[in-house]
């Protein structure tokens, strides 16, 4: 198991509702991410925070919304989703975002769908 | 845009022979490769990474990479059903902290 956690594993929405997706870290990595992974489509990035400030906002929609109140943890918030947005969530976190050697370790994942 | 294109599969290999994956990307400048292995419904694992052009092994696993021709490769050798998953080719640019992935490719392992 990797040092990186995501609650919940499973998530099932409205169209209406608001939720949150959480991700922590017990790496001292100082960067942490948010992918997005659709069926048969490449890992698409969302969101990138270094040292707590967001670095990369990667044209994602209004709709998710990320916080990161501390280098160890992230959310994603989600209100009035589509159903094209079900999905695999995936934290990832690393050293501090830079550099040529930077490995990225991954969470377990939300699977969430949007109903 | 980076692209990193992989075939999508599926790779079917008898058990014990070598499986070849192979990933082409688009950014020249592109400095550190890596392999993730994802079984179904599982997060992506780390399984190589390599930054130089050559060869490198590790267990029944050989990353190959050739700048020149932008082409990165995994071969595993002595395939086990366990190897059964997807494979995900990863790029980073030079200075960057954004992994461009490919869309993976599925090995099985068949016993």
């Known amino acids: 198991e990797t040092g990186v956690t995501q609650t919940p594993r499973h998530l099932v929405m409205g169209m209406t509702n608001k939720k949150s997706l959480k991700c922590e870290q017990h790496l001292g990595h100082n960067a942490m991410y948010w992918y997005k992974q659709s069926a048969k489509k490449p890992l698409e990035l969302m969101f990138v925070?270094?040292?707590?400030?967001?670095?990369e906002n990667n044209s994602v929609p209004s709709r998710f919304s990320p916080e990161c109140p501390n280098s160890s943890h992230l959310f994603l918030h989600l209100h009035t989703l589509q159903p094209e947005d079900s999905a695999l969530y995936l934290c990832?976190?690393?050293?501090?975002?830079?550099?040529?050697?930077?490995?990225?370790?991954f969470g377990p994942g939300t699977r969430l769908l949007v109903l | 845009q980076k692209e990193v294109e992989q075939n999508s599969g599926p790779l079917s290999v008898p058990e014990g022979a070598i499986a070849s994956l192979n990933c082409t990307y688009s950014?020249?400048?592109?400095?550190?490769f890596f392999w993730y292995r994802q079984y179904s419904g599982k997060s992506p694992e780390l399984i190589m990474s390599i930054y130089s052009n050559g060869d490198k092994e590790d267990g029944r696993f050989t990353a190959q990479l050739n700048k020149a021709s932008q082409y990165v490769s995994l071969l595993i050798r002595d395939s086990q059903p366990s190897d059964s998953a997807t494979y995900l080719c990863a790029v980073l640019g030079e200075g960057d902290y954004k992994l461009s992935f490919g869309a993976g490719t599925t090995v099985t392992v068949r016993a």
């Open positions: 990832a976190s690393s050293q501090d975002g830079t550099g040529l050697v930077e490995t990225q370790y």
């Open positions: 925070y270094s040292l707590e400030e967001r670095v």
């Open positions: 950014d020249r400048g592109s400095q550190s």
